[in-house]
């Protein structure tokens, strides 16, 4: 059986850009299929056997590529910024083939940024229903009281609804500050900040420390590593690998869905998928040393 795919998801696997942008390129006539211009997304094609090009130059499956990246603070994750403020591809760009963010860290929060071509693998990471846990050292206005813990831990209203429960640590209070590690398994615009906000503090400094059971460790702000294996598969919680080839099996189109109701694959409906969140795994002796950093403890004497 032949393996097709739409136009769209052909260009976003090969790591050309996500399927959003595939479209818009694709409504653009920029893609062609054996020569011919083709402007609509869902045109099934065969990777084997048909040419398709972007902007003339022909379009090759990319190798996945999964980054982990140490974000500065004063670093946009986006690709081009109009007012010329720098991006974390400026931090990437011996990396030679296109990747994009998995969710966002905003101008003023520096640590993990995860990267990936593998379309995928970024929206299991980003999808709410897997509960992927992030965690933060904060930096809070204030020392702020039992009460204000609490209800960050209990979860606290927002204008876009409440948030989850969340695992908040005092790690010290300094002078008018207090300094905490927050864990969330959100991932709304501003989301931290905003609960601080809620309880009658405000952010002062913010650092992401991990993603799920991956950790800072020893990697330097402004670098960026390969993820291992083994932390993929720790992120996806599954053998990601092993599910990456069973999702490039072939496909047969899909059929009108009678009424009028769209389309469905030829195979029949699927079934969904329940997920499970992830654990968080242990810290290392890099994590330690840069929250005691953070937090303005001096660095113990070995």
Do not use: C
Request: hydrophobic share 35%; glycine share 12%; charged share 35%.
């Amino acid at each position: 059986m032949r393996t097709l795919k739409t136009l769209d998801r052909v260009l976003s696997k090969a790591g050309l850009g996500s399927r959003t942008e595939a479209r818009k390129w694709i409504g653009a006539g920029r893609v062609q299929v054996n020569g011919k211009v083709i402007q609509t997304p869902d045109h099934w094609v065969d990777p084997g056997k048909d040419e398709v090009t972007l902007d003339g130059k022909a379009v090759r499956a990319a190798e996945k590529a999964y980054l982990l990246l140490y974000k500065p603070k004063g670093y946009l994750t986006t690709y081009k910024d109009p007012e010329g403020r720098p991006t974390v591809y400026a931090l990437i760009e011996d990396l030679g083939r296109h990747v994009v963010p998995v969710g966002r860290l905003d101008l003023d929060t520096s640590g993990l940024l995860i990267l990936t071509n593998d379309t995928l693998f970024a929206e299991r990471i980003m999808n709410p229903e897997f509960k992927v846990p992030k965690t933060y050292l904060v930096k809070a206005a204030g020392v702020l009281g039992e009460e204000q813990m609490e209800r960050l831990r209990n979860g606290v209203e927002l204008e876009d609804g409440w948030t989850r429960p969340a695992v908040v640590t005092r790690l010290r209070n300094r002078e008018n500050s207090t300094f905490l590690e927050m864990t969330i398994t959100e991932g709304r615009n501003r989301q931290v900040r905003r609960m601080l906000e809620a309880v009658g503090s405000k952010v002062r400094k913010l650092v992401r420390t991990a993603i799920g059971p991956v950790r800072i460790g020893k990697l330097e702000i402004g670098k960026w590593r390969v993820l291992e294996r083994e932390e993929v598969n720790a992120l996806a919680g599954e053998d990601w690998f092993k599910r990456a080839k069973a999702d490039d099996r072939p496909r047969a189109p899909r059929k009108p869905v009678p009424g009028g109701g769209g389309t469905r694959d030829a195979r029949g409906p699927r079934k969904r998928q329940s997920g499970g969140g992830t654990g968080r795994g242990g810290g290392s002796k890099g994590d330690s040393r840069g929250r005691a950093r953070f937090a303005g403890r001096p660095r113990a004497k070995k």
